[in-house]
């Protein structure tokens, strides 16, 4: 399970209860699932990097070809290959996908512990403060800008798994990989964001 993964972070279960529980095991779930995204993130750079050199050998073959300078027909070989790593790449964007539904899930989890005090404090009653300092509200608002981070970090890799075996410009291509591998929507506030919401519910020590 995601818990015992090595660098996971794994919730004890037996002191906490209700919102406090949820909570902190939602703050968990957020640093496991950061860490499957980013190996995946990884495996796919790889993946579109070999899509890349290949499709570049395979254009500069064409171009010999044309040119009269190199005998021969396209290489079937190469465009199975070809064919092959693209679904390999799509496999892991699917997977990928998956992680981001489950951060919108996370997300959701957090407004309902929001709503749900909302609720208990209505009127005269003070919400209480279920760790150090944080409302329950900023909980839900910190999951909610990273996970907004993520689907337009989502959108952008369906349009590169979408271009990146078909554009014949070069330069396209290396842009793609640059912006597989730095994430532009994935602003690098996250790892604070994520951070403080360990040191907040007990995760990492004060």
Known sequence: SAGKSPGCVTPKKTVLTGSTRKVKDN???WHNVMLKWENLNDSAFGVASKIVNLRISNLSYEKMLADDTLP???NVKDKEELERMCSELVDILESMQQIQMKMEKLTSTF????????FQCRGETPCPVLFHTWPTSLF????????DMYKKEMA???????EIAHTADQDLMMVYLSCWLYQPYVDNSIKVLLE???LETGHRPI
């Open 27 to 29: 703050a968990a779930d």
């Open 111 to 118: 407004k309902g512990v929001c709503d749900l005090e909302a």
């Open 72 to 74: 021969g027909n396209q």
């Open 196 to 198: 403080s919401m360990l």
């Open 156 to 162: 952008l890799k369906r349009t590169i798994v979408g």
């Open 140 to 147: 839900y608002e910190t999951s909610q800008r990273m996970s």
